[in-house]
């Protein structure tokens, strides 16, 4: 049986290479649902949260409605084409395609390979850090909005605050700096100081804590608003849990428990379905895509047999 987290990785795997295929085909100006750097010189893709933060401060900032039409439109169409890309896959597209997720699951594999361990958030902290995310997001918001104030607009704070996500968030040190080793960005490439300083921070945090970045990501705050829209769900059958709680082990993002059944996609949960993949339970978990199974969990058949005869 072939794992399905073995069929994940191969898909960020291409997601990382195809996202980054500018250089052979262009951009084709799709803002994806996922964070996809705006500065970098070779991208297929845009970012929707880079259009989103511009279409706020700039919509806001003008004045006059011939200057702001331009992009409200374009923030208009960035927004029915998250709504329609989250409808498909909802946060799957975090586990299976964002290239910011990749990183993090191969530091993940690299410590995990070395031998090191790494830290669970308490069950008792889980309520306080969850919510991290929707502040995170609503902070991107407002004060992208918020700088197109008048008496903000016309200081020299307002370039530090016109896209407050992009100056901090790692992903622009992370890719930038990849492409500047790869010489394709020069090495005068400006990227902002908090952005410089949040690259370690994801490292260290993504060795220490599996899914760090994940836990309090905003746009997982705002996909995670589609947890039960989208064509992807998955599935708990009580009558063949045997409540061992592997799957609240091996769950990186606090989303599993012993006592949902049904539908059990929670906000949190980005359909990594590492808890399908060492369910010990045959059957117990399955994901549906469309209403169609395309996946449970397996009782191993070797390993069956290897009981019966222990048991014979």
């Known amino acids: 049986m072939v794992k399905i987290s073995k069929t994940r990785t191969a898909s960020q795997t291409l997601s ?11 951009n084709t100006g799709i803002p994806l649902v996922i964070l996809s750097c705006q500065f970098l010189k070779y991208r297929l893709f845009d970012c929707f949260f880079y259009v989103l933060q511009d279409g706020l401060f700039n919509s806001g900032a003008a004045t006059a409605p011939k200057v702001a039409a331009p992009y409200l439109y374009t923030l208009a169409i960035a927004l029915v084409l998250f709504v329609v890309m989250a409808l498909f896959l909802g946060t799957a597209w975090c586990a299976w395609i964002c290239p910011v997720g990749y ?15 790494y830290f669970r958030i308490p069950d008792r902290f889980q309520k306080y850090v969850k919510p991290i995310k929707y502040i995170f997001l609503a902070a991107v918001i407002i004060i992208s909005f918020g700088a197109a104030l008048p008496w903000i607009s016309n200081t020299k704070i307002r370039n530090s605050l016109y896209l407050p996500l992009c100056y901090v968030c790692p992903a622009r040190a992370l890719f930038v700096y990849l492409q500047i080793f790869l010489g394709i960005l ?12 949040s690259f370690p921070i994801f490292l260290v945090g ?24 989208n064509a992807v769900s998955l599935f708990r059958r009580k009558v063949r849990c045997t409540k061992c709680g592997t799957c609240v082990r091996v769950c990186a993002m606090g989303a599993a428990d012993l006592e949902t059944q049904g539908d059990v996609s929670k906000p949190e949960c980005i359909r990594c379905y590492d808890c399908m993949d060492h369910c010990p339970a045959d059957k117990s978990r399955s ?8 996946a449970e969990s397996k009782f191993p058949a070797t390993r069956l047999r290897k009981e019966l005869l222990v048991e014979a």
């Open 186 to 197: 020069p090495a005068t490439t400006d990227v902002p100081l908090l952005s410089i300083i």
């Open 16 to 26: 990382f290479i195809t996202i980054n295929l500018g250089f052979i085909a262009g």
């Open 287 to 294: 994901t549906y895509f469309f209403k169609k199974k395309i």
């Open 206 to 229: 993504a060795l220490l804590f599996r899914k760090g970045w994940c836990i309090i990501c905003p746009n997982l705050g705002l996909l995670s608003f589609f947890h039960k829209l």
């Open 103 to 117: 990183v993090q699951d191969l530091l993940s594999k690299g410590r995990a390979k070395a031998g090191i361990g």
